[in-house]
């Protein structure tokens, strides 16, 4: 077979421990083998991050924002002891947080779907998306502690020096306080993020917060969504055959564990960081769940919803066997590559992805899987195997699909 060509390069961004090791697997067997791969490759391992003064993190950046389309591998975001271990120049930011500030955006966690891997959630059928809010709120907040009786107050200086106050609390001893914000630009790119992402998949959108009690915080973010709603999507809504609703985040959480699956669910940003965890363990396995960060022009940057698996790691450098389960670092890949192939309108790449895919799916399905998903399975005579003989089966497969 003549291998697919692409027109345009898409963005890589290699990364840290054993993530990087299935990353170098992964394009050795299942992608350049039958795909001329074209990208422009940026090095976030944390070495390189430290030796650039982590330059190297927005330049892959503002390189999305040129080829509209990344696949990230995972990377350490550093703290005191990799400043140690690395003897690094400084305890450099979060790689995503470096990133998300340039782009903007939401995050999308979908679990990827096996017979024989069931979610632990029995009326579960089909997939959750969860799409969080990537900016504000406690992530950017501000706390004091207050050490005795006195009184706090939120107080606005506008540009003009007119001021508004508000009263927090009288305190009569010791207690907290917190502020946090978020801004008008960022909820509605996230709500526009949200349309945009439940029209590509066709399934319906929801979303939730506490505006019953935060009238004025939530009910910002409810508000917008409707605004933007009715005004840009309603009527593609309807042609499109799917909805968007609204409720209080205590209900949807209710009918989430009654649902059958297949929706978005939009989350603000702390919402999201928690129930994307329990959705993925309720679905089975953090790496079976992709992640993509969708901006607002437009841009995609596709990863694995895990870390570098450094447990993991510190085993194969001690030339032990390691059994890590490389499928959200293939689905980061396929997505990308399906991506490429929508935009340059690439039918080959694109229905490479697809059948990338399905061979992972065929693989597991047939009962050779790695060791995490061999421990939850359904499945009876499963033949458990370490990474690069999983990856070697998924390329069997691929070819005869090919
Ligand atoms: P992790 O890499 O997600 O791994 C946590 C544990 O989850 C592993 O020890 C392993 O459990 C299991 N696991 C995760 N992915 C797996 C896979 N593909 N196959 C099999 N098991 C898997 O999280 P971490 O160990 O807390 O973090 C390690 C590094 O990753 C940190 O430096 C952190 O900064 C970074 N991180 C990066 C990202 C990102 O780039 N997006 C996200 C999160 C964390 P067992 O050990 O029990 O087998
Ligand atoms: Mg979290």
Redesign the pocket.
């Known amino acids: 077979m003549d291998k697919i060509q692409m027109t345009t390069p898409l963005v890589e961004m290699d ?5 990087r090791v ?1 990353w170098a697997m992964i394009k050795k067997h299942l992608i350049c083998p039958f795909v001329e791969l074209k990208t422009a490759y940026y090095d976030l391992g944390l070495e390189s991050r430290d030796a650039s003064e982590d330059q190297v993190t927005a330049y892959a950046a503002y390189a999305v924002k040129k080829y509209h389309v990344a696949v ?8 005191a002891a ?1 400043v140690k271990e690395y003897d690094l120049k400084e305890m450099w930011k ?3 947080g470096t990133i998300r500030a340039i782009l903007d955006g939401t995050v999308f966690r979908a679990p990827i779907l096996a017979a024989g891997i069931e979610p632990c959630v029995k009326n579960w059928k089909k997939p959750i998306t969860v799409a969080r809010h990537a900016y504000g709120d406690v992530y950017k907040s501000v706390e004091m502690k207050v050490p005795g009786a006195g009184k706090a107050e939120l107080v606005y200086t506008a540009e003009d020096g007119t001021v508004q106050r508000e009263l927090i609390h009288e305190f009569s001893g010791e207690g907290i306080i917190q502020g946090m914000h978020n801004t008008k630009a960022s909820i509605e790119s996230f709500a526009r993020s949200c349309f945009h992402y439940a029209l590509d998949v066709r399934e319906d959108l929801w979303f939730a917060s506490k505006d019953t009690i935060s009238k004025k915080y939530d009910h910002t973010f409810k508000d917008i969504f409707q605004e933007i709603y009715e005004k840009e999507y309603e009527e593609k809504f309807q042609e499109a055959g799917i909805n968007y609703f609204y409720t209080l985040i205590d209900d949807a959480v209710a009918r989430v564990m009654k649902s059958e699956g297949g929706y978005v669910w939009a989350c603000k940003n702390y919402d999201g960081d928690v129930m994307s965890d329990m959705i993925s363990s309720a679905f089975g ?3 079976m769940m992709t ?1 993509v960060l969708v901006t607002p022009d437009g841009n995609y940057e596709y ?10 790691y510190y085993k194969y450098l001690a030339g032990e066997e390691t ?7 293939i689905f980061a890949w396929s997505g990308a590559l399906r991506k490429r192939g929508e935009l340059d309108q690439n039918d080959r790449l694109m229905k490479f992805a697809d059948s990338l895919e399905k061979a992972v799916i065929d693989t597991i399905e047939s009962g050779k899987m ?3 998903l061999a421990a939850i399975t359904a499945l009876e005579n499963v033949i458990t195997l370490n990474s690069e003989e999983f990856i070697q089966a998924i390329a069997e497969n691929l070819r005869k699909l090919l």
């Open positions: 990364g840290d421990e054993m993530t299935l990230k591998c995972a990377t350490i975001t550093p703290n990799r979060s790689p995503n396995s953090l790496a992640s990863e694995a919803a895990h870390g570098t698996v450094q447990r993991h059994s890590t389960n490389p499928v959200a670092t790695t060791k995490d």
